[in-house]
């Protein structure tokens, strides 16, 4: 099979393109004068023999702050007589009031790369007056998401607790959270996944066959529609097309209102709005559920087998016989539509523009696309996408070079040691999983922008060492295996069937979500495969 070398083109000098930040080896240290010697614990020494006592990672005098649970942060003026000796990590200093607030919430990953090199891997920042700790270095978190679970918890205003719902997996934790966690994995298990491939390559099929009658399509919401379609309609099985664009507007108002301030003044604030979305949305999502209900009842399946939303409403645990309850499948129906699309939308859209910047890239992904074809046949499957390695290498290395969510804030539940500084108990946390995966990585030190999808082919690549983009511990994405086998999808229908033409491959962008200004336009054809 000839293929017509034709690849992703770049029409616009790169003019915009911000230099790769310099690479400097620092030297984060506290120099003790009568040597003269770098202390090797990097900080001063108090600090050092705080972190010495007893066995590293250690929690010192656990105080168990639930009281203060649902209260405000704590400021810091009330902490300063009861901090046992350790000093507050050190402080950010930002603008008055507002702090860093502004700078640290439009790009949190970048935000930490000087301060993580002026301050040490954990520092504290203050937003309105209060105290947040950003933790950063790979052992950190993974002592404080994974490890040690009591330290930290979700952070659950009452907005988000009324917006999200009080049974969702995001605002839970400890045993509650387990229980809907056990219920709710099993069917993101690889093999459960399995079942909606075939479901997920037509879907993806149609959208690009689509993208290609017209001159040229803005991307940023194709790739909502697309990965909006596929959560909604391939995997939990819920019809939403007729209401689509509606809907999409009124997620990406909820997801607004989950983060704001949760003051209800109707239209005029974010919240107010996000209040009236998840009114309409959940009209949809209670129709689904009843249609889900029906086909359980009248034994379901269809001819590709049951959609997420029927096995979530069959689903018993072996062991307990316990079942979701329609309250707690309504919640994380609600959860997995939000989560599961505007991110994987992030990652393709990333992915298009590196794609277009590096066409060797995707004339290797053509190559192994041909192989596949040959072995397996066009149409996909596990074993397809096994059997392309490159691709997942593909989509690891975009989720690493952008980052899709930078640090999940947490709420500091007992007074804790790390590195030598005392958090206290009522703090914001923000672990940055974003920093940790870009910049946080020993094995390729200095490359954090280069795109090479090859690092994650070698030996020591296929470790997961710091790659976390998905987070860690109990609240470790559920949609993790989803998103990449989504991912791998579009990229091989990209790469067998379709040429993409983008006008400006450094183009400026806007935050939250980070993504280019101009709406990325791109230009599908068909490919001539010979
Ligand atoms: C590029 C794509 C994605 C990224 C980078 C991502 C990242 C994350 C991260 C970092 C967390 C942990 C948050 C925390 O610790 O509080 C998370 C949680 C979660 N994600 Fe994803 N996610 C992606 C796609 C998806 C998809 C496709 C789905 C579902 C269909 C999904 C469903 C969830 C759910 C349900 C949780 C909450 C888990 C829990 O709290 O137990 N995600 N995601």
């Known amino acids: ?56 990672g250690a929690s010192l005098a656990p105080r168990v702050a639930d009281a203060r649970s649902g209260e405000p942060p704590v400021a810091e003026e009330a902490l300063e ?3 046992d000796g350790l000093p507050l990590p050190p402080l950010s200093k930002g603008p008055p009031l507002v702090g860093d607030f502004f700078t640290f919430i439009a790009n949190q990953t970048q935000y930490s790369v000087e301060r993580v090199k002026e301050l040490g891997p954990v520092f504290r920042l203050k ?55 056990r219920l709710t994995a099993p069917s993101f298990s690889m093999a459960a996944l399995g079942t909606h491939i075939s479901d997920i390559q037509a879907t993806a099929m149609d959208f690009f066959s689509e993208w290609a009658e017209q001159p ?14 596929v959560i909604s309609d391939d995997i939990l099985g819920m019809d939403l ?43 949809s999502v209670d129709k ?17 087998g049951p959609k997420l939303l029927e096995k979530l409403w069959k689903f018993r645990d072996e062991e307990t016989g316990e079942r979701l309850t329609e309250d707690e499948i309504r919640d994380q129906v609600l959860l997995l539509l939000v989560a599961g699309y505007a991110t994987t939308a992030n990652t393709l859209i990333f992915l298009m523009l590196e794609l277009g910047r590096n066409p060797q890239v995707l004339e290797r992904l053509r190559e192994e696309q041909a192989a596949v074809v040959a072995a397996h046949g066009p149409g996909m499957s596990l074993e397809a996408l096994e059997a392309m390695p490159y691709a997942e290498a593909c989509v690891k290395e975009g989720l690493r070079v952008n980052v899709v969510v930078h640090g999940p804030p947490r709420k500091v539940v007992t007074d804790f040691e790390i590195e030598g500084y005392r958090v206290p108990a009522g703090w914001t946390a923000f672990p940055l999983i974003g920093h940790v995966t870009k910049h946080g990585d020993s094995r390729w030190p200095g490359e954090h922008d280069v795109f090479n999808p090859d690092r994650h082919l070698t030996e020591e690549g296929r470790k997961p060492g ?3 983009p998905f987070g860690l511990g109990p609240h470790v994405c559920l949609g993790r295996n989803l998103s990449i086998l989504e991912a791998k999808i579009f990229l091989a229908t990209l790469a067998r069937y379709f040429e993409a033409s983008i006008n400006d491959l450094y183009p400026e962008y806007r935050t939250q979500p980070r993504e ?6 791109i230009t599908f054809t068909r490919r001539s495969i010979e």
């Open 466 to 468: 710091s790659w976390v």
């Open 81 to 83: 007589g009861d901090l």
């Open 516 to 521: 280019p200004k101009d709406g990325l336009p």
């Open 127 to 181: 937003i309105f007056g209060f105290n947040c700790v950003v933790i950063t270095g790979d052992a950190n978190l993974r002592r404080v998401l994974q490890d040690e679970r009591d330290l930290l918890k979700a952070v659950t205003t009452k907005a988000q607790l009324f917006l999200q719902g009080s049974s969702s997996l995001s605002v839970l934790d400890g045993p509650p959270h387990t229980r809907v966690r």
């Open 216 to 229: 040229s399509v803005k991307f940023t919401d194709e790739a909502r529609r697309l990965t909006f379609r």
């Open 1 to 56: 099979m000839g293929t017509k070398a034709t690849q992703l083109r770049q029409t616009t000098p790169p003019t915009g393109r911000s230099p790769p930040a310099p690479v400097r080896a620092v030297a984060h240290g506290w120099r003790d004068p009568s040597s003269n010697r770098f202390n090797q614990s990097n900080r001063c020494p108090t600090a050092w023999q705080a972190r010495h006592v007893g066995p590293r």
């Open 288 to 304: 689904g559920l009843e249609e889900a209900k029906r086909a359980a009842e009248a034994g379901g399946g269809g001819t590709r």
């Open 241 to 283: 097309s007729a209401g689509e664009a509606q809907l999409i507007a009124d997620f990406t108002k909820y997801i607004r209102g989950i983060f704001s301030f949760g003051i209800n003044l109707g239209p005029f604030t974010k919240y107010g709005r996000a209040v009236r979305s998840k009114e309409r949305m959940l009209k």
